[in-house]
């Protein structure tokens, strides 16, 4: 079997693809992949290295709900993308294209379905990504991450799974983390993600508090590229570390936290969830995260904190509250594991394997 795997342009689209590509090597060794980014190509370029990928690049066009002038050099960027694509699939000829919301997925999906080549999306968020919508027309089979989610795409072909996890977060190791990232037995750890770009504002906090967080806690920080330098030139590295962009070892990040503050991604929500971690969650601001956190909330999986109305006071106080409270972190583990299905990759392979019969 041959597939393409189409997505980019941030980390968000990239880990489900890599999940599912994973179980379909799995099952089939030799499907062959190849896949399909931004004309940048980061952050997916770097985070496929290791994977026996082949590896293109297209143009492909910002898809914005609100008027721009950018929307007219993005459409001129999607129809070239389109042909790039159509060159593309004719020479790799693909059995199936799987994408994830990203926007070079579209003029992907759009070239396959021209060329009759059967497509899956995945909806990750809660709230449905513009791309998906449009490319829902298109394609062959939807999954969504979220029950709720079924009410956004076509009921004939939309199949609640549950998220994609890529299954190398369970190969940690508690001992090598705690060499890796140098840590002290008796403080407890608190892990900070900001995405795979980093997040300023959540590197400010911890940037603002930095004095008071060492007192009760070490921290492993992952601030984004370009950023990390910065942080470590500015502080004593005693119980804090920085680190721009972790690949193979978050799986030993997530081991030794005891608590996790993260941004509202689906993927690293997913992720946490499946390990239990307890979790803090600060989306950013008018956007799409704060559906996903409000709903990791509304399951008691989750303490959801609000940018906007954040204080340093309040920041503080809660955080050290949780690291301190085991019975807490506990109980906010047990929930969170509750609300991803498990073996979403799996299901989503029994998919593929139904409309390829068909």
């Known amino acids: 079997m041959r597939v393409i795997l189409a997505g980019g342009g941030s980390g968000g689209p990239v880990a489900p693809l890599l999940a599912i590509a994973e179980a379909i090597k799995k099952n089939n060794l030799a499907t062959k992949f190849l896949f399909i980014g931004t004309k940048k190509g980061e952050p997916e370029k770097e985070m496929v ?37 159509l060159f593309i699939l004719k020479k790799f000829q693909p059995d199936l294209i799987i994408g994830a919301g990203g926007y070079v997925s579209v003029p992907v999906v ?71 990232f140098n840590l002290k037995k008796d403080l407890p750890v608190l892990g900070v993600l900001g995405g795979g770009t980093g997040a300023i504002s959540l590197n400010n906090l911890i940037w603002q508090n930095f004095d008071e967080l060492t007192k009760f806690c070490q921290i492993i920080h992952l601030t984004g590229r370009g950023k990390a330098s910065f942080i470590n030139n500015q502080v004593s590295t005693i119980n804090y570390q920085g680190h721009e962009f972790l690949t ?35 989306p950013i601001p008018d956007s799409h995260q704060e559906a996903n956190a409000r709903y990791f909330q ?58 390829r019969r068909n």
Do not use: M
């Not at 910002?62 to 694509?85: A, C, H, I, T, V």
């Open 298 to 355: 509304d399951k008691n999986g989750a303490i959801v904190l609000n940018q906007k109305e954040l204080t340093n006071e309040t920041f503080l106080k809660v955080t050290k509250e949780l690291l301190n409270n085991k019975e807490k972190q506990n109980q906010l583990g047990e929930n969170i594991k509750k609300i991803v299905l498990p073996n979403a990759v799996v299901k989503i392979i029994e998919q593929i394997n139904e409309f």
């Open 49 to 85: 290295q290791g994977c026996d990928f082949d590896f293109k690049q297209i143009f492909a066009g910002k898809l914005r709900r609100y008027l721009s002038w950018q929307n007219l050099l993005d459409l001129f960027r999607l129809k070239l993308g389109f042909f790039q694509s």
């Open 110 to 180: 759009l070239a396959g379905w021209f060329l009759k080549i059967p497509t899956l999306i995945h909806q990750q968020d809660i709230l449905p990504t513009l791309s998906n919508k449009i490319l829902s027309f298109f394609a062959k089979k939807i999954t969504v991450s979220f029950e709720p989610s079924l009410e956004d795409f076509p009921q004939n072909k939309t199949i609640f799974v549950g998220h994609p996890v890529r299954q190398f977060i369970f190969n940690s190791n508690k001992e090598r983390a705690e060499k890796f």
């Open 248 to 282: 193979k070892e978050i799986p030993d990040l997530f081991t030794v936290a005891d608590v996790v503050i993260s941004r509202a991604g689906i993927n690293v929500l997913a992720e946490l969830a499946v390990l239990g971690k307890p979790t803090i969650i600060i």
